[in-house]
């Protein structure tokens, strides 16, 4: 009984390891090479947008768009009030509509892919509905479709509908505010 009982168990092992083996996931990685010039010297942020591409910011490059074949990159353009307000890039966010966020050490960016126009989001000292610092660290979006901004004076959340922001910020004499602006 005992030597049928360890057979039986011996047998149920194999079988549960075959089967662990089988559904394992192989990953593999391709190597991509960038294109000519200093591109990718240094990414500091990487974000998929729902068409399958993928978007990396680079401290002095700008961003770039890598749709598995080809790197297409977006840089600042003093002549084109649309382009990309500047090459100081922190991070890159898709959100959940297609729009692509760019923080940089000037405001906050917005790009239209379908345009490839960016609208420019800025710090404005006598609009306390205006982003609360320019230099944006962290994009990230809630499971409402909130987006939220990170900056190096606090944490704003935006209305996407009026383009105004809500400012959270520390308050000395209130304990349940930010513990430190600098987010």
Same mark, same amino acid.
């Given at each position: 009984?005992?030597?049928?009982?360890?057979?039986?168990?011996?047998? =149920? $092992?194999?079988?549960?390891?075959?089967?662990?083996?089988?559904?394992?996931?192989?990953?593999?990685?391709?190597?991509?090479?960038?294109?000519?010039?200093?591109?990718?010297?240094?990414?500091?942020?990487?974000? !998929?947008?729902? !068409?399958? @591409?993928?978007?990396?910011?680079?401290?002095?490059?700008?961003?770039?768009?890598?749709?598995?074949?080809?790197?297409?990159?977006?840089?600042?353009?003093?002549?084109?009030?649309?382009?990309?307000?500047?090459?100081?890039?922190?991070?890159?966010?898709?959100?959940?509509?297609?729009?692509?966020?760019?923080?940089? !050490?000037?405001?906050?960016?917005?790009?239209?892919?379908?345009?490839?126009? =960016?609208?420019?989001?800025?710090?404005?000292?006598?609009?306390?509905?205006? $982003?609360?610092?320019?230099?944006?660290?962290?994009?990230?979006?809630?499971?409402?479709?909130?987006?939220?901004?990170?900056?190096?004076?606090?944490?704003?959340?935006?209305?996407?509908?009026?383009?105004?922001?809500?400012? @959270?910020? !520390?308050?000395?004499?209130?304990?349940?505010?930010?513990?430190?602006?600098?987010?």
């Amino acid at each position: 009984m005992k030597t049928r009982l360890l057979i039986f168990f011996v047998a =149920f $092992l194999l079988l549960l390891w075959k089967t662990f083996l089988s559904s394992a996931q192989e990953v593999t990685f391709n190597r991509v090479f960038p294109p000519e010039g200093p591109y990718f010297r240094m990414i500091n942020g990487v974000t !998929q947008d729902s !068409q399958g @591409y993928m978007w990396f910011s680079s401290y002095g490059i700008g961003i770039s768009r890598y749709d598995g074949y080809h790197v297409t990159i977006f840089r600042n353009d003093p002549r084109d009030p649309g382009s990309l307000a500047s090459n100081n890039v922190v991070c890159v966010f898709a959100d959940h509509n297609g729009m692509i966020w760019v923080g940089t !050490q000037s405001g906050l960016d917005r790009m239209d892919p379908a345009t490839g126009i =960016f609208t420019h989001f800025r710090y404005k000292a006598e609009n306390p509905n205006s $982003l609360s610092n320019d230099t944006v660290n962290a994009i990230l979006e809630d499971h409402d479709g909130t987006i939220w901004f990170v900056t190096e004076n606090g944490l704003n959340r935006m209305d996407i509908k009026t383009g105004t922001f809500t400012r @959270y910020q !520390q308050n000395q004499n209130d304990a349940t505010t930010l513990s430190c602006n600098r987010v």
